[in-house]
């Protein structure tokens, strides 16, 4: 008969310490997401408004192809004109009529114009062949892009426009996780049950 006694091993198998992690780490960025998301939509609909001197647009024309493409989304640094360079990209309003931006390169920067003291700027799409017909002057200007991520903007767009179908699918997303935290602690506990088991027999032997 064997007096050996074998310590029974209650650590978490590999499979759930691997799921925690995962689920941890979709959790958290979610929740970042969500933040994130909720202050660019806070500064979503004002020139004046801005986050930590920024706005972000969504591009909606293939124009500045290959800078950027339509469904990205370019973030745009509030700038005065006196910062703003030929061969820059600037994001502005083309019409006191409309509330529609564009983003476009500036391709001559005209101080005083006509001396009015006001600095204008001719402007033309990458992908154009020609430049815009029209001057933009400074105070129509947000300010200069710094940097993109592609397609993000049709995410973007659509979660804005389809809150209301997002909202259920991000419920049924935490239920999931929950269902399959549940299935490895279950799971977990029968492998040590198992194991319990097995350990008596052998020092019944």
Known sequence: MSKTTEEHDTAPSGGYRIFSIVRT??????????????????????????????????????????AFRSGDMVFVKIMGADKIENGDIITFNPSSSSEAYLTHRVVEKIPDYEGTGVTCFKTKGDANDSEDSFLIDENRVIGTVQFHLPKLGFILRFVQLRWYFIAPLVVLLFVFMELLKRYFELKNGEDDEDQSEESTAQNEL
């Open 25 to 66: 780490v979709l959790v958290y960025l979610l929740a970042l997401a969500i933040v994130v998301a909720a202050a660019f939509f806070a500064a979503d609909r004002s020139p004046n408004k801005s986050l930590f001197g920024f706005r972000y647009y969504t591009v909606l024309t293939d124009s500045m192809v290959p």
